[in-house]
């Protein structure tokens, strides 16, 4: 037993508190439902922010260090279980990372600016030590470079919070393209490895693996390609290997056999999702080339491949952990079908019908809401209750 397992009785026995996929997945589904219209209530004016952030500021840092950050750090505790043996956060444990980011979310919107620097600043870092901690122990150094990327997560979040506090001359929004960079990454090396996995496993004996030599390539463009535009090189320069990226992760996809999945949601919702990076990718290398807003772009990732792919892998991961088949039911394939449309409108409406743009941005985000309303009208009984199994989380 070690301290992440301390045996407080009541809260271990809390099904909820068993895995921390349980409660970061649901938190997360309800962030991104009570965001949006809190979003549009700050948006207008209508709801001050106590710490004094600008609204589009707020809206991004908590979509992106909110809401994604919990898939990610309730994600990657549950697979470290599996890919260490050793146990991680649950009970007590788990519950002082839930209430501190719960308490970091509040604060956004009610505390003053000290407030939310600290204890928004705490999760990350505290999140990956603990992951990092577990690879170590085990001697796993296949995970340490996801641990790298959790960890400089938490330091993107640092340098927003140093830049929208005034410490440093820093700027909070490219803070922010940061953060988004580094969740492109972490879906670049997961969905490398789950996508065409899953794939596979679905479908004995086919071939869709992708040469390593061609995976190395992809990730190196792809890290070069977002290097260059957070560092402001030469437009061209930057485009070149982003779109360079781009085509490498549309080969990569084509390997993968996605039209072999179209008979399986829970399957082509991941292949479709991992879409957007390509698309996204190559939205930027064009508003670079074109000196345009890259808005398009970082939605095409931000919403596309990264609500997407959260979507895929909150319900694949939640059935399988939660002792269900691995298979969409209706409801699953509606809430898929609205955050693609989701990415759909909020990508295209300022790129083709730009008057259109505050309906367009109502639009996306109530489809987006819905979608997670949906899972959480699915999945809230499943992750709140004792395995379908019977067996012990």
């Known amino acids: 037993m070690t301290a992440l397992d301390t045996d407080l009785r009541l809260p271990r026995d809390w099904p909820v508190l068993r895995l921390a996929f349980r409660p970061f997945y649901l938190l997360a589904a309800l962030a991104a439902v009570v965001l949006m219209p809190l979003w549009g209530l700050v948006y207008s004016g209508r709801l001050p922010l106590k710490t004094g952030l600008a609204p589009t500021l707020w809206h991004v840092h908590e979509m992106l260090f909110g809401m994604l950050g919990a898939v990610?750090?309730?994600?990657?505790?549950?697979?470290?279980?599996?890919?260490?043996?050793?146990?991680?956060?649950?009970?007590?444990?788990?519950?002082?990372?839930?209430?501190?980011?719960?308490?970091?979310?509040?604060?956004?919107?009610?505390?003053?600016?000290?407030?939310?620097?600290?204890?928004?600043?705490?999760?990350?870092?505290?999140?990956?030590?603990?992951?990092?901690?577990?690879?170590?122990?085990?001697?796993?150094?296949?995970?340490?470079?996801?641990?790298?990327?959790?960890?400089?997560?938490?330091?993107?979040?640092?340098?927003?919070?140093?830049?929208?506090?005034?410490?440093?001359?820093?700027?909070?929004?490219?803070?922010?393209?940061?953060?988004?960079?580094?969740?492109?990454?972490?879906?670049?090396?997961?969905?490398?490895?789950?996508?065409?996995?899953?794939?596979?496993?679905?479908?004995?004996?086919?071939?869709?693996?992708?040469?390593?030599?061609?995976?190395?390539?992809?990730?190196?463009?792809?890290?070069?390609?977002?290097?260059?535009?957070?560092?402001?090189?030469?437009?061209?320069?930057?485009?070149?290997?982003?779109?360079?990226?781009?085509?490498?992760?549309?080969?990569?996809?084509?390997?993968?056999?996605?039209?072999?999945?179209?008979?399986?949601?829970?399957?082509?919702?991941?292949?479709?999702?991992?879409?957007?990076?390509?698309?996204?990718?190559?939205?930027?290398?064009l508003a670079l080339l074109r000196q345009q807003p890259v808005s398009p772009a970082l939605h095409a990732l931000g919403v596309g491949a990264s609500g997407g792919l959260v979507l895929a892998m909150m319900t694949r991961t939640a059935r399988g952990h939660t002792g269900r088949p691995l298979q969409a039911?209706?409801?699953?394939?509606?809430?898929?079908?609205?955050?693609l449309l989701a990415a759909l409108v909020r990508v295209v409406t300022p790129l083709l019908a730009p008057q259109l743009y505050t309906q367009g941005l109502l639009l996306a985000g109530g489809l987006f809401a819905s979608a997670f309303a949906l899972y959480l009208r699915v999945y809230t009984a499943w992750l709140t209750s004792p395995r379908a199994d019977g067996r012990s989380d």
């Open 329 to 339: 039911g209706r409801t699953e394939v509606w809430a898929y079908g609205l955050i």
């Open 72 to 285: 990610v750090v309730g994600f990657l505790f549950t697979a470290g279980k599996a890919w260490t043996g050793l146990p991680t956060p649950r009970g007590a444990a788990l519950g002082f990372f839930v209430l501190l980011w719960l308490a970091a979310r509040i604060a956004s919107l009610l505390a003053p600016y000290p407030v939310f620097f600290f204890l928004d600043l705490a999760f990350l870092p505290l999140a990956a030590a603990v992951f990092l901690h577990l690879l170590v122990e085990a001697g796993n150094t296949r995970n340490l470079g996801i641990a790298a990327v959790l960890g400089l997560l938490g330091a993107a979040n640092l340098a927003f919070h140093l830049g929208a506090s005034g410490a440093l001359q820093i700027s909070s929004l490219r803070a922010l393209h940061a953060g988004l960079a580094l969740l492109v990454l972490l879906e670049t090396l997961i969905g490398g490895r789950v996508i065409p996995l899953f794939t596979r496993n679905a479908q004995p004996g086919l071939s869709n693996e992708v040469p390593a030599w061609r995976e190395a390539l992809t990730l190196l463009t792809t890290i070069a390609g977002l290097a260059l535009w957070l560092l402001e090189a030469a437009p061209l320069l930057a485009a070149l290997a982003l779109m360079a990226a781009a085509a490498l992760h549309v080969a990569r996809l084509i390997t993968w056999r996605p039209l072999s999945t179209r008979a399986r949601p829970i399957l082509w919702v991941l292949h479709l999702a991992y879409a957007w990076i390509p698309v996204g990718l190559a939205l930027l290398a």
